[in-house]
């Protein structure tokens, strides 16, 4: 996951070079992506949701506050020469730089001292660590004023939840798939009203408008491999554009999007024509050997 991290900042500072005031510390992206989880107990959110539970009395237990916690207050590697102010303790945990402490504050959010028996878990920071958020917000954003109904969160700590969303939902794809939960032929056979939730939940994301059509084609690029078809760099028909000349003007053009429009509709209408196919097999064939 910090690999995913550090290499989502390298593209970035690469595709952008020209247009970011600076480069974006991919190192700290990367040291974001080690310890972003340490503080997260066995058996995931299950474990979090169970310690919290019996925590509710004091607070109760999240793992994103448990890992500022444990770098800045219960490693015991350093402590203050003089409490901070506001708290009176003493310990600084690993002692990091506030920089590196905002990318893994993934919640502008004091968690409530006091909870309703039954609330669910409450993302955020704990009281305790109030006073350090405070400072690690004025060392990184100093007097600028957030919009109302916006929270802080640095770019790092973006790209950090990105990577992280990004490795857990990959790997449970593959352990889906490895156990027989699920495989590529009950995938490509989803039905049209799930694939419609997944494009509208896509779209909603990032912002743009995705189609069933285009998740599916997503599916059938992951899957590429498993299907035998017609090579899609043919050496048979380099060369030679959609009117049959061998100068190749017309189909090497790749920025002449017009040109793949006829391609692109037979692409899509063949993959339409594969899931099909795969709906009507049986489950007995569906299911991995």
């Not at 060369?239 to 003007?249: E, K, L, M, Q």
């Amino acid at each position: 996951m910090a690999q995913i991290a550090q290499g989502i900042a390298e593209f970035i500072n690469h595709t952008y070079k020209t247009t970011l005031p600076e480069p974006i510390d991919v190192r700290l992206c990367f040291a974001a992506g080690l310890v972003h989880d340490i503080g997260h107990p066995p058996f995931g959110h299950n474990g979090e949701r169970a310690l919290d539970n019996a925590m509710l009395e004091y607070g109760g237990f999240e793992g994103n506050a448990q890992t500022l916690r444990i770098l800045t207050r219960l490693e015991k590697k350093v402590k203050y020469a003089k409490a901070l102010e506001g708290d009176g303790d003493i310990r600084a945990g690993l002692n990091l730089c506030h920089r590196t402490l905002a990318s893994v504050l993934k919640y502008d959010n004091m968690i409530k001292a006091v909870r309703p028996e039954g609330s669910k878990v409450e993302k955020g920071y704990y009281a305790t660590e109030k006073t350090i958020v405070e400072n690690i917000k004025s060392s990184v954003i100093g007097d600028f004023k957030l919009k109302r109904g916006k929270e802080f969160k640095s770019l790092e700590c973006s790209i950090m939840d990105l990577a992280d969303d990004i490795a857990y939902s990959v790997y449970d794809l593959e352990d889906c798939l490895k156990v027989g939960f699920l495989s590529p032929a009950k995938i490509l056979a989803t039905k049209d009203a799930l694939l419609e939730k997944v494009a509208a939940t896509v779209s909603k994301q990032i912002k743009e408008d995705v189609s069933k059509e285009d998740v599916l084609d997503v599916f059938f690029d992951i899957f590429a491999g498993l299907f035998q078809g017609e090579p899609v760099n043919d050496e048979s028909s380099a060369g030679v554009d959609a009117t049959g000349s061998s100068d190749g003007a017309g189909m090497r053009n790749h920025e002449d999007r017009d040109s793949l429009q006829p391609a692109e509709a037979a692409r899509r209408q063949k993959l339409e024509a594969e899931r099909e196919g795969f709906k009507r097999l049986p489950l007995s064939i569906r299911r991995p050997g």
